[in-house]
């Protein structure tokens, strides 16, 4: 199904809104229970957070992303890949409740052991909604999950508040992730018309497996690799320490996430639709790669440079040693756009073979990386995840000029706009942050500063994704106005 520019505009609109809405609750009842909460409870959620992901990925990769990527796919394509999902879940959750003693003493926290074994019922959730997700994707219909996410969270938000304050401190990040999973389950039911029929067939999940297994194994190692450093400082540091490098990368993330995730999210349908097109794709490419990076580059250039106010005011002092985490994690987030639109491109050519291959040899490479800076403490241990970031861009971006023509020197030069000036804005702002006011005052000056500087130069240079996302904008509201008339 081909998907007109107004069409993937719209989609954009609609999972901007969603990713925007929903993460926006997040930060703010983020921000409620890192005060109500102590650093440890962040640092034992976050070991049994690492064998949900890893459990999830298996369930919710490939098969997800092959529902999306083939051109026909019909009820019986979704209903095989809902029971063979729920199968693979039952039997993950087993493996989990029985594993989990020894977990938690691997850790020494006793604690684990429970609340492992409540929060991985939330995998049979997850498996249901990645299948609804995937026929929203399909059909570009991100404005129902603008309205699930957004009611998911207000409910999961008010549940987790609320423990939080009773004092039930990790039981209340349990409470609020698994409402979170439950409330999407239950507003998707009744919005999306997709249901699960007694249709099943083996042939096409074999179909699907083909190009899925690829995905599925490219995801479980970069799981595995993007978790085994929580995994290693759980074991070596303490709770709270890992509650610190957690938090250093929550802020960057949820940003990243956000904007470059919800156009990714939105690129990989409208790119499957024009596979056969390879111009076509390295036009959508292009866009997006400029367009991410214009967006994200600034944001993280400015957090970067204003983390330690940021954090005294929001989380407050208790959460300091996550400063250098977080700007850490703003330069190695800042590479997002590149990856992921590199790598998104190849998923929709359905070149998976090339995506796995990618996967393990920067895996390889950030397993080395890992070992080298473990003697050397956790921040060398972060600072590494940076070095593997740039190199990875590099990976990432080599097969796109084999597959569509967009070689290196294209990319960098797509790139230098945005890169220029988040370097002239934060330097900017980071000789502001010299005065010698008060912590509120002096944020206040920074972002105000930052934000004017940034869109006045685009302005006064015409960079080319300024003018392209003020025409986009334009062309958004013209449209709402021209149906409201």
């Known amino acids: 199904m081909k998907h007109t520019k107004a069409s993937v505009i719209s989609s954009l609109f609609w999972r901007l809104m969603e990713r925007g809405g929903s993460q ?27 064998f949900i992901a890893l ?138 018309k997709w249901r699960p029929a007694p249709l099943f067939s083996f042939k096409r999940v074999k ?23 929580s995994l290693i400082i759980g074991k070596i540091y303490t709770p ?3 509650g610190f490098y957690n938090r250093g990368k929550q802020f960057p993330t949820l940003i990243v996430d956000n904007i470059d995730g919800s156009i990714q999210s939105v690129m990989l349908p409208a790119l499957s639709a024009h596979q056969n097109d390879a111009l076509r794709v390295k036009e959508m490419v ?39 985490f977080m700007q850490i994690f703003c330069i190695t987030y800042a590479l997002r756009p590149i990856h992921t639109a590199n790598l998104q491109a190849i998923n929709a050519l359905g070149r998976s073979d090339i995506f796995l291959k990618l996967e393990i040899i920067k895996k390889i490479i950030g397993i080395v990386i890992l070992l080298i800076s473990i003697p050397f403490g956790i921040y060398a241990i972060a600072l590494g995840v940076l070095i593997n970031g740039i190199i990875s861009a590099f990976v990432n971006a080599y097969p796109s000029k084999t597959l569509f023509d967009y070689s290196y020197a294209e990319q960098l030069k797509d790139l230098l706009p945005a890169s220029l000036l988040s370097v002239f804005m934060g330097a900017a ?52 106005r021209g149906r409201d008339s």
């Open 24 to 50: 926006g609750i997040q930060f703010i009842v983020q921000i409620i229970l890192a005060r109500l909460l102590l650093p440890e409870d962040y640092g034992v959620i976050a070991i049994v957070t690492i």
């Open 207 to 229: 179909e699907l497996f083909t190009f899925g297994w690829k995905i599925l194994v490219s995801s479980l190692l970069n799981t595995l690799y993007l978790e085994v450093r």
């Open 240 to 242: 709270a320490m890992l």
């Open 429 to 480: 702002v980071f000789m502001l942050g010299m005065l010698k006011l008060s912590v509120w005052l002096t944020l206040t000056i920074q972002v105000a500063s930052g934000v004017l500087l940034y869109f006045g130069a685009s302005t006064l240079f015409k960079i080319d994704s300024f003018l392209y996302l003020t025409q986009t904008f334009r062309e958004i509201l013209s449209g709402r």
């Open 55 to 192: 459990s999830n990925t298996f369930v919710q990769s490939g098969f997800n992303t092959a529902l999306i990527q083939k051109k026909d796919a019909d009820k019986t394509d979704f209903s095989s890949v809902f029971y063979v999902s729920m199968s693979i879940t039952a039997v993950l959750y087993a493996i989990l409740f029985v594993t989990s003693p020894l977990i938690a003493k691997f850790y020494n926290m006793p604690e684990l052991t429970a609340v492992l074994r409540v929060l991985a019922v939330s995998l049979f959730f997850g498996a249901y909604n990645s299948i609804q997700i995937a026929y929203i994707s399909r059909n570009m219909m991100f404005k129902m999950l603008f309205f699930s996410s957004l009611g998911a969270f207000i409910v999961s938000g008010i549940a987790g508040v609320v423990a939080a304050y009773r004092g039930y401190g990790v039981w209340a990040l349990v409470t609020y992730q698994l409402t979170s999973q439950v409330a999407v389950t239950v507003i998707l039911w009744f919005i999306v």
């Open 286 to 324: 292009r866009r997006s790669v400029m367009t991410s990076s214009f967006i994200v580059f600034p944001l993280m250039a400015g957090l970067a440079v204003v983390a330690e106010p940021v954090i005294r005011i929001v989380l407050t002092d208790k959460w300091l040693p996550a400063v250098p």
